[in-house]
């Protein structure tokens, strides 16, 4: 799987590439509406325009506005492409080699000059933006955004009790996200790993031991995977759901299929 900032990188190439094709087509417009405004303005009269160069009018003001609008944009994502997701080799952070940090003591530096509440509402819009990539199957992108929430929390340290439970509370979203983007992605020790760790925030965590849960069906634990669902079961007094019982099921179907290949 790619590190982070391969991830981060190559949204922030795709919205620069997309923003750089939006200026292109701007710029061809606002020198199509150029000509066609000096054409009018030589012509005795406006009203004798065909409906065609109408139709072909543009507002040269309003193009030109855009297209400085969409440059001052196209260079803060070019700014923030290389702050940011600079090249992984290159990392100067104090961290270990595949700590998975941003990648620069600048980077860095920024972090660490936030506010706590700055850092957790940028945890909080990471974790937003993921659900939203999650949403549309951009598991990758998805997983990029909830890493880099999990890096803003290691720098919540030093915040006042509410700030570190609000901290904490979006770890285990976070986490939980992160092992559901691994699942997707077929990377179920990966999976594992987060839904461990969200279970040592929170042991009865129901999303944490379903996902888990699943991983081990997945790699043939069924042991494991039962052991997981049994304890939803037993720490949720109410109606076993659907999504459970489902699982219950593929778990005995392939151990069928399991031992019956052997």
């Known amino acids: 799987m790619a590190s ?15 923003l750089g094709d939006e200026i292109s087509k701007m710029e061809k417009q606002l020198k199509k509406a150029k000509i066609n405004a000096n054409q009018q303005s030589e012509s005795k009269s406006h009203f ?3 409906y065609g160069k109408w139709d072909d009018f543009n507002d040269t003001e309003e193009l030109e506005k855009n297209i400085k609008e969409y440059k001052a944009k196209l260079k803060s994502l070019k700014e923030k492409s290389a702050v940011y997701c600079g090249n992984i080799n290159e990392k100067q952070c104090s961290h270990g080699i595949n700590c998975g940090c941003l990648g620069n003591k600048k980077a860095e530096r920024d972090v660490m000059a ?16 993921g659900n939203i990539l999650f949403g549309k199957d951009q598991f990758e992108r998805a997983l990029a955004l909830c890493e880099k929430s999990l890096i803003f929390y290691e720098y919540c340290f030093d915040g006042n009790a509410s700030e570190r439970k609000s901290a904490e509370k979006l770890r285990l979203q976070c ?7 691994f699942l997707h992605l077929n990377r179920y020790r990966k999976c594992i790993e987060q839904c ?10 129901k999303k944490a031991l379903f996902r888990r849960a699943r991983a081990h ?18 720490t949720r007094r109410e109606k076993v759901s659907m999504e459970v019982e ?13 031992e019956t290949s052997l």
């Open 217 to 234: 069906r997945f790699m043939d634990k069924f042991d494991l995977a039962e052991k997981d669902l049994m304890k939803i079961i037993e």
């Open 246 to 258: 489902n699982e219950i099921e593929l778990i005995g179907s392939r151990r069928q299929d399991y």
């Open 114 to 129: 936030m506010s706590t509440s700055e850092r957790i509402r940028s945890m909080n819009s990471f974790k937003n933006e």
């Open 196 to 205: 461990d760790e969200a279970l040592e925030i929170d042991c009865n965590n």
């Open 175 to 181: 986490l939980l996200n992160s092992a559901a983007c």
């Open 48 to 50: 004798s325009c065909s």
């Open 4 to 18: 982070f900032s391969t991830l981060l990188n190559e949204g922030l190439q795709r919205d620069v590439s997309k």
